[in-house]
């Protein structure tokens, strides 16, 4: 099965840790992007599009809405996500963060791993959640 990537935001410093990524992960891997149309973002876009040989590639650009930046950051990942025409085809949907200060980044499935640390990294918002509500983020805030 299928494999998917979303990046979101600003892609500031996008390192070539991205094509290790990549490579590591495997067989068919789909990119989605969704960032903010200006000059230095564009030039990263450039960057990002070299990979098209190994990775397929989807982009939106669009105006910078007038958010703050916490919700900038949520709606640059939702219309990432929405690029995706089809979410039940993969198998993994992974958040890559673009400028992160590593030259490799080794993958793993080990999603109880992540799903335990999440939970106790974000508890009591996940309490009384499960591993697919986590994963999957069905349930993003509840009062």
């Known amino acids: 099965?299928?494999?998917?990537?979303?990046?979101?935001?600003?892609?500031?410093?996008?390192?070539?840790n991205f094509i290790r990524f990549v490579e590591d992960i495997g067989e068919e891997v789909d990119t989605y992007v969704h960032t903010w149309n200006?000059?230095?973002?564009?030039?990263?876009?450039?960057?990002?599009?070299?990979y098209q040989d190994r990775t397929r590639i989807t982009v939106n650009m669009e105006t910078c809405p007038?958010?703050?930046?916490?919700?900038?950051?949520?709606?640059?990942?939702?219309?990432?996500?929405?690029?995706?025409?089809?979410?039940?085809?993969?198998?993994?949907?992974?958040?890559?963060?673009?400028?992160?200060?590593t030259d490799y980044i080794p993958y793993n499935k080990k999603i109880e791993k992540y799903?335990?640390?999440?939970?106790?990294?974000?508890?009591?918002?996940?309490?009384d959640k499960s591993r697919e509500d986590f994963i999957y983020g069905r349930v993003l805030y509840k009062k």
Do not use: Q
């Open 1 to 16: 099965m299928a494999r998917a990537i979303i990046i979101s935001g600003l892609l500031h410093n996008l390192s070539d």
């Open 38 to 50: 200006d000059i230095d973002n564009l030039r990263w876009v450039n960057k990002l599009l070299r």
């Open 66 to 101: 007038d958010f703050e930046k916490k919700y900038l950051i949520l709606h640059s990942t939702y219309k990432a996500v929405n690029l995706i025409p089809d979410l039940n085809k993969y198998e993994t949907i992974i958040k890559f963060k673009p400028d992160l200060d």
């Open 115 to 127: 799903y335990t640390e999440g939970y106790l990294h974000s508890y009591p918002l996940m309490k």
